[in-house]
């Protein structure tokens, strides 16, 4: 193969200056602190018109419901100020977002009874895979701000799931919508061998973690 799969990023550095006591106990294991913002991913970064862009809630639900970009904006959003890892072995803390909760965006469905998972599905071709445990109550949002400006199409925009308490490959970029199923199902990482949950405090980097 003579291009690298992923980009640049996937070494470990030292902390960043200042990374002292109270700041490496919010660091989960095996990871260094970074002020900056890397910049990962497979393939080419996609560019999708806003006028063409929606976001859709479709499987295991009542009847599907789809926002168009406008409407997207329009819906109940908050601030939220949340730290990152990225199995990269990268830690940003207080990475600062806006963006709106994926309880909101559930209110508008009925989930079945049977609905477990959330298979996030992507421009590019990119889904994740997460347990609906791991993204209600406040613990995910799709953002669409980043430190008070428009996301970025390589860190993700114009749309991008965020999952804290997760690796950052579970932050899906790109987002264009959620498929509940009762099944899981891996997505593009976790097909190759990352872990399937991706919990950072318990190392969850890849598959037998």
């Not at 799969?5 to 902390?15: I, K, L, S």
């Not at 100020?81 to 963006?99: A, E, P």
Request: aromatic share 14%.
């Amino acid at each position: 193969m003579g291009e690298r799969f992923v980009t640049r990023g996937f070494v470990g550095r030292r902390d960043a200056p200042g990374a002292g006591g109270d700041l490496r106990a919010r660091t989960p294991p095996g990871q260094y602190l970074t002020s900056d913002f890397p910049v990962l991913s497979a393939g080419p970064t996609p560019r999708t018109d806003l006028d063409r862009w929606s976001f859709r809630i479709e499987g295991l639900v009542d009847r599907p419901i789809e926002w168009t970009w406008d409407e997207f904006l329009a819906l109940p959003a908050r601030d939220w100020v949340v730290d990152i890892s990225c199995v990269t072995k990268w830690t940003h803390l207080d990475m600062r977002w806006r963006g709106v909760s994926v309880d909101t965006l559930l209110e508008g469905v009925e989930l079945d009874p049977a609905a477990a998972f959330v298979i996030a599905w992507c421009d590019g071709d990119y889904t994740t895979n997460l347990p609906l445990a791991d993204v209600l109550n406040g613990q995910a949002f799709v953002a669409y701000e980043y430190d008070g400006a428009p996301l970025r199409p390589e860190h993700g925009g114009p749309a991008r799931l965020v999952v804290p308490a997760r690796y950052f490959w579970k932050s899906a970029k790109w987002i264009r919508g959620f498929r509940i199923q009762a099944a899981d199902e891996p997505g593009f990482w976790e097909s190759l061998g990352y872990h399937n949950r991706g919990d950072q405090w318990l190392e969850e980097r890849y598959s037998g973690d």
